[in-house]
């Protein structure tokens, strides 16, 4: 299957600092990858998706100014949380879609301690 | 507002038995349901969708059911293994799997020996 490499896999900063988080496809091209959080014993929630080449769409209740998003290629994509605050602290966790078999491949995901 | 929903956080089925994994959802516009395995540390893994038009689909060891009227499908694995140990989500979309995915909490199965 196609792979999805995200990095880091844990990254714990002070409050008030920003840090990227990187979702690269490794073996496809990507023209849409996907951004998802997970707060403990809940599902993956959807925060934006992420065209190559355009802004990103961001869902509902999404910061757009506190999770930057940035798209430039076909295999990477980047999730920026800026300022992060305590209750920023989640796992995040990317996707990308194959246009061939139309599912979504997905990163290992970051572990965010926001101190 | 949960749309998706996994209510069994966790099972536990012997080796070589079948494994039944639930889920439900409330959103009649889900066209598209998919499983993912999850083992810890690895992001979720594809292992098997099924489109609204279809009421089963196969895949080996794993088939999935959808039930329309009832909002329901199920994942089937038999037999079970060991190696089948993991976190399985159940997502549901529109208009296939690579669009926006809702997903359930999760369902920890558990094989013994």
């Known amino acids: 299957g196609a792979v999805v490499s995200q990095h880091p896999s844990r990254v714990i900063c002070k409050s008030g600092t920003s840090v990227k988080i990187e979702c690269r496809s490794l073996?496809?091209?990507?023209?849409?990858m996907f951004w998802y959080r997970q707060f403990p014993k809940q599902s993956l929630m959807l925060m934006a998706t992420?065209?190559?080449?355009?802004?990103?769409?961001?869902e509902q209740g999404v910061e757009k100014d506190k999770f930057l998003i940035n798209h430039a290629s076909l295999t990477l994509s980047t999730l920026t949380v800026t300022s992060a605050h305590p209750e920023d602290s989640s796992f995040y966790i990317c996707s990308a879609r194959t246009g061939r078999q139309n599912i979504q491949y997905f990163g290992a995901g970051t572990r965010l301690s926001v101190l | 507002d949960q749309q998706v929903k996994q209510n069994s956080p966790s099972l536990s089925v012997q080796e070589g038995r079948i494994s039944i994994l639930n889920c439900d959802y409330t959103?009649?516009?889900?066209?598209?349901f998919l499983w993912y395995k999850k083992y810890p540390a690895e992001g979720p893994t594809f292992l098997i969708s099924i489109s609204s038009i279809k009421d089963k689909n196969e895949d080996g060891r794993f088939t999935v059911f959808l039930n329309k009227s009832a909002k329901h499908l199920s994942l089937h694995i038999v037999p079970s293994q060991p190696g089948d140990s993991a976190v399985y989500f159940c997502a549901a979309s529109r208009g296939g799997g690579g669009n926006k995915l809702t997903f359930g909490t999760g369902t920890q199965l558990k094989v013994e020996l």
């Open positions: 959103n009649s516009m889900f066209d598209y």
């Open positions: 992420s065209n190559e080449g355009s802004k990103a769409t961001y």
């Open positions: 073996d496809f091209q990507a023209t849409t």
